[in-house]
């Protein structure tokens, strides 16, 4: 059983898996330095992170005795690590 080809194409045909259109000129190519499916402690992992790290310090100009934390897009943890750093940075 093949599947017939649709009648018309949509006004913007840029297809994607996720809830996002992919931008136009988008290539796989792109992603050929992507550590997908890569873990945090993997060495390509912990470059990409350091690098985020020095160009966030140096893009938002934050002090160099100042640590930079990379969180989990959930707001709840990013909270929690925020608080727990004000608590520490207070003391008892």
Not at 56 to 71: F, N, S
Request: hydrophobic fraction near 35%; charged fraction near 25%.
């Amino acid at each position: 059983m093949t599947a017939a080809k649709p009648a018309s194409r949509p006004n913007v045909p840029h297809f994607s898996s996720g809830p996002c259109a992919k931008r136009p000129g988008w290539n796989a190519q792109n992603l050929k330095d992507a550590a997908l499916g890569r873990s945090h402690r993997a060495k390509i992992g912990k470059a990409k992170l350091k690098l985020a790290i020095e160009l966030t310090r140096e893009v938002l100009e934050v002090p160099a005795d100042y640590k930079i934390g990379i969180v989990p897009a959930s707001p709840i943890p990013a909270r929690s690590k925020w608080r727990c750093g004000r608590c520490l940075a207070r003391g008892p």
